[in-house]
């Protein structure tokens, strides 16, 4: 296990690392905010999950990346801590990978911990469409917590103007259930300056879900 962890923890050393050697040059840094909630559309309309988190862009470094997950009440919570980096950005994809680290907590939790290789994957497939795909395998860091896989979102999207998109996506997943659990959805969006506004309207197992999510990218000046 000691050397398993060595592995994963490798990269997250080397960009701080980096980071650290370049300290005495300008990088752009940018704020990133994330928040998002669900609730079930059906009786008794339980809020089904909560998200919050920020992370910092250094050029193309993502490092620190910080958050929080609950099912909707904090009975089971998951902490997550992480970095990255920007590994392509062409005219038609970019690709962002980062690895996390998640240590599950709350009243009904079984202490999990695991490692998460988070990808996404952005593409500009025509003009006023686009793709994305982020997607994450789960891989277990004790015997509490059980491999398993996410497609967080398959999602296509097109602009009817600069401020407004509509889209169709999918979500899939295999864990605690053993059998995959299909999550596809609906969403349109905002885009105004105090940030992205977003809805999902997606099914879940059981009947239906809303979903709000949150994006804010504040850009600073530069940072030493």
Known sequence: MKRYLCLLFTPILFIASDLLAESDQQRPVADVYIVRTAEQLQSPHVVTYRMAEWAQMRGKWIFPDVGYYDTGYGKEQIWFAGAGADLLHSKRVDWEQELYVSQQAGPESHNQRAVWVWTVLDARLRPGITGQLVAYPTIPLDR????????????????????????????GSICTSRSWQHNPFLTVARTTPAGKFEVWFQRISGGAQLQLRYLLVRDEKSAL
Do not use: M
């Open 144 to 171: 509490a917590q059980r491999w398993g896989y996410d497609v967080d979102r398959i999602k296509f999207e097109w602009a009817a103007s600069s401020h407004w998109q509509s889209g169709v996506g999918y979500a």
